[in-house]
């Protein structure tokens, strides 16, 4: 079991790194959750009416014209070498080579490290480029180096974790709390039934974006899924062995009565799946929760879970090129409410300055072969 899942430590903090979307309405509170207002989405699939607001992103100081001009752009991940951020480069990539004026060149430490990666960028800023997009390290601790850029005209772009709003122009916000909360509530209760019993597994009770998402859970199955019983939230530290111990917990001590397990962490998700089939409990108690595919591979593709819940990060690395594009271009602008974003089509903008790359990535046997991070 460790060394079909070790390799989840990598990757587990890009699923801790969301920043929320603001909410509004209020909801009943379960284990673990941060007992701040909600605001679930509609049971079905209707859209809904978001009023961006105010922009209060930053601007670029002096900035050449580039319109329709060759582009240089450089993404810089938090880190280098792993598959999460190998395929938003990809997404990148693939935007370039649509748009045919601009290159991409990817570079970044190997290590989540703020401070290597501000020097990444500041020699960037120092050599010349024309636009930068990242995922920050640090939101608070990038930020000089952003405006930075900004004063020097530099077009700035953020996706998969923001950084302070007036030191870059959009944030590509790859999954909404109510978005996250909306999909695994609507597979867990088509795999559980209406009236199913299920406990969840999170890194501690006060992550922020964990406690965020289980929030708008329960605001969700209130409202869409009301028989659906919820048990507990047990605490697993992102760690990949008390991961599992605390599903096996979760199966000792509720026995039948158990029929889910929602893992909120790429390493939860398959401890439980592991937990799940090393019982013997496969198409009994079923795991949905968040996760890269290669992890879930092996059980999804046994049958033993039916799903696995993430955004696309190639589909996230496409946006933020493309979002540089179009700043460059003019085409992206404050006050505007939606982002022509080629291939992906009408984006919505929303919180004053953020895209919302759309409704999580659902993975199945029908589709996971398909995605290699």
């Not at 989540?112 to 990666?117: G, K, T």
């Amino acid at each position: 079991m460790r060394s079909i899942i070790t390799a989840l430590h990598a990757s587990a903090f890009c699923l801790t790194s969301m920043l929320p979307l603001a909410v509004h309405a209020q909801q009943s509170d379960w284990t673990g959750g941060d007992g701040a207002p909600t605001n679930p989405l509609a049971c079905d699939a209707t859209a809904a009416s978001v009023d961006p607001g105010q922009y209060d992103g930053g601007s670029p100081t002096g900035a050449p014209d580039r319109k329709g001009k060759p582009l240089k752009v450089v993404d810089v991940p938090k880190l280098v070498g792993i598959g999460y951020f190998m395929s938003s480069a990809a997404g990148a990539q693939a935007s370039a080579k649509e748009i045919g004026n601009m290159t991409v060149t990817t570079d970044g430490p190997t290590k989540a490290n703020i401070d290597e990666q501000i020097t990444f960028i500041d020699n960037y800023i120092t050599s010349g480029v024309d636009g930068i997009m990242l995922s920050a390290n640090d939101p608070v601790a990038v930020a000089p180096v952003l405006q930075k850029a900004l004063a020097a005209g530099i077009n700035v772009v953020t996706y998969d974790a923001d950084a302070e709003h007036d030191a870059r122009q959009w944030f590509i916000n790859p999954a909404t709390a109510n978005g996250v909360a909306k999909t695994l509530i609507d597979q867990l209760a088509q795999q559980i039934g209406e009236d199913g019993s299920f406990a969840i597994v999170t890194s501690t009770f006060t992550t922020p974006n964990q406690a965020r998402w289980i929030s708008e859970m329960s605001a969700y199955a209130a409202k869409c899924h009301p028989k659906i019983k919820f048990l507990e939230t047990v605490e697993a530290q992102e760690d990949n062995i008390l991961s599992f111990n605390q599903a096996q917990t979760l199966i000792n001590k509720y026995g039948d009565e158990l029929n889910g397990i929602v893992g909120m962490t790429s390493v939860a998700t398959p401890a439980a799946s592991e937990a799940v089939q090393q019982n013997n409990l496969c198409g009994k108690v079923s795991v949905v929760g968040l996760a890269l595919p290669n992890a879930m591979k092996p059980y999804i593709t046994s049958g033993c879970v039916k799903s696995a819940v993430l955004w696309s990060t190639d589909d996230m690395g496409y946006a933020a090129a493309t979002a540089l594009r179009a700043l460059a271009d003019g085409t992206l602008k404050p006050g505007d409410k939606t982002f022509k974003a080629g291939k992906l089509g009408d984006l919505q903008i929303a919180n004053k300055s953020e895209i919302l790359l759309g409704a999580p990535k659902v993975f199945t046997k029908d589709n996971i072969a398909s995605f290699n991070f």
